[in-house]
């Protein structure tokens, strides 16, 4: 059934470099791509996660929602990075009464942080959603997974009143792994098997590994795209802005400066690779028997030139990007094709934010 307009809400993705707006109408004919936008952050306005200039990120909030029209003040938004933990962890099979306390309790082991500094979510995941052989035996077994996430509240707290001194309804506050994962499972005819999503941002790479629809494996680590902003500015010794000119191919160099370029992408990309290399190793000594399908990127920094191939060659598995606007019907008159493919990877928390509705966590 289709959801009630009234419910339906604003995917606002508030990166470090970039915010990323996206509002979808649901119709009979299905989803509809309605709105798609982005205004860029300076530099020193969220860092790792954490809003620092409070006004101008809203008042980049406030020119999106302007220049794009928008109505629609309820809005999905998330956060990542190291103030979030996200966990899937077994217990012991308890009572619904009990659960709660225990699960507090049990948290407490996995979060680096004071438990009360936090705010603790968590989802069973009941044995319809996850019928693997493992979890059958734990079903047997008597134990329970369950999916923790927990987020410094000072971190919550200043997402929410950034958005109310916006004049907007902070209605979901999801994470980005979670958004991401919503967006794959909306725009992919085949879900059911083991899956590694990668969005690499200008500060964070994050790692989402699912099977059967279900989260394994998540991490978040401080690599993007800025990282190679900074490798110019010494090696050119140019400004932020200059930099990102250089990074993005707006600057015509000569012969010598483009060997210089190359070794700062050739020594940050290697880095990234090691890491999502380093977490695929993992998962699969944790889970011996897994076979990851593919990988799918997103974020803005997956189109460096020469990433997705490097990548590609040393986990030896496919590499894709994620286009989450593949579900959507698009109006070729109002968006136009090219852009959109060309933006897709950096939207897909946007898109799948947007596909949240009211009550959703
Ligand atoms: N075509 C491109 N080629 C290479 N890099 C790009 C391209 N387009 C954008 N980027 C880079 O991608 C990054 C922005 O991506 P994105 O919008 O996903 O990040 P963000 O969500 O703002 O950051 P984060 O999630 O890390 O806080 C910037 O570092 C930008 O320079
Ligand atoms: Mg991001």
Known sequence: MPIAKKNQLVGLDIGSHAIKLVEIEDSKKGKILKNFGMIGLPREAIVEGSIREI?????????????????????ATSVS?????????????REDSELESTIQEEAEQYIPFDIHDVNLDYEILSAEEDQSAESEEKTQSGLMDVMLVAAKKDIVEDYVSLLQITGLNPAVLDVDAFALQNAFESSSEKTDECYALVNVGAEELGINVIKNGVSIFTRDSSFGGFQINEGIMSSFEVEYDEAEKIKLGGVKLEEKDRGKLEEVLTSVISGWVNEIKRALDFLITTYPDQNIEKVLLSGGSCRIPGFQKYLEMQIDLPVEELNPFSGLQINEKVFDPKYLSYMAPQAAVAVGLALRSTGDK
């Open 81 to 93: 990075g190291y103030s979030v933990i996200v966990k899937k962890i077994s217990i012991a099979k």
């Open 55 to 75: 006004e101008i990120v809203s008042a980049a909030i406030k020119n999106l929602f302007k220049n794009l029209k928008i109505k629609n003040k309820n809005v």
